[in-house]
């Protein structure tokens, strides 16, 4: 079993930045082939936005974060990052960490990401 916390998120203006991570205790994310970052928007189904492989560095982004979204690994410390740039109202969510495919007992609480205009 895998907790995640995920921490970072708040209240910025359209066109900044925030800086999310996600801390892993228990089992690490080595067991996971690939982790990645998801998002809830209000009214809308959770998506994931980026995914890396945890034992190299490819990475997946959907359409709408990418060019403004990075997201990186500390295997040491066994924690997922998201550095979100050039932020946009629609990116308002709450973000959660999770294996890819999601495990379903491993969601968080998430961290709520509000970008205002």
């Known amino acids: 079993q895998v907790q995640l916390v995920e921490s970072g998120g708040g209240l910025v203006q359209a066109g900044g930045s925030l800086r999310l991570s996600c801390a892993a205790s228990g089992r690490t994310f080595s067991f996971y082939d690939m982790v990645g970052w998801y998002r809830r928007a209000p009214g809308k189904e959770r998506e994931i936005v980026a995914r890396?492989?945890?034992?190299?560095?490819?990475?997946y982004y959907a359409d709408s974060v990418k060019g403004r979204f990075t997201i990186s690994k500390d295997n040491a410390k066994n924690t997922l990052y998201l550095q979100m740039n050039s932020l946009k109202p629609e990116d308002t969510a709450i973000y959660y960490c999770n294996s890819v495919p999601a495990k379903r007992d491993y969601w968080g609480q998430g961290t709520q990401v509000t970008v205002s205009s």
């Open positions: 890396i492989r945890w034992g190299g560095d490819t990475t």
